[in-house]
């Protein structure tokens, strides 16, 4: 079994920083054969694509939305990935979730992943 833990969250003034981390975990998981990712869920809104990152860590995609402001990595050694936020705007607000799969396209849809995280919550106040 897989195991996706989201830690990094918190309550942001807006045109502040944070930064989300991902731990992955399993008997047999090993980052490196997955493509990782970042969606997030505002309150009445559908899960939203915001950052994916390729198996290798090469190759990384970012929502409109975001692009200049976030920044996804990942530490395949440590099974981690990260998301940096800068620039938060109220927008932003919504809880964070991090995905894997097996994926081998760009991962920005909800369905290239299998494993998800239980999220964490960012709130950015104005």
């Known amino acids: 079994q897989v195991q996706l833990v989201e830690s990094g969250g918190g309550l942001v003034q807006a045109g502040g920083s944070l930064r989300l981390s991902c731990a992955a975990s399993g008997r047999t998981f090993s980052s490196s054969r997955y493509t990782m990712g970042w969606f997030r869920q505002a309150p009445g809104k559908e899960r939203e694509f915001v950052a994916a990152?390729?198996?290798?860590?090469?190759?990384?995609y970012y929502a409109d939305s975001v692009k200049g402001r976030f920044t996804i990595s990942r530490d395949n050694a440590k099974n981690m990935m990260y998301l940096q936020m800068n620039s938060l705007k109220p927008e932003d607000t919504a809880v964070y979730y991090c995905?894997?799969?097996?994926?081998?396209?760009?991962?920005?849809?909800?369905?290239?992943?299998?494993?998800w995280g239980q999220g964490t919550q960012v709130t950015v106040s104005s």
């Open positions: 990152i390729s198996r290798s860590g090469v190759s990384t």
């Open positions: 995905a894997a799969g097996p994926t081998r396209s760009s991962g920005t849809r909800i369905d290239e992943y299998e494993y």
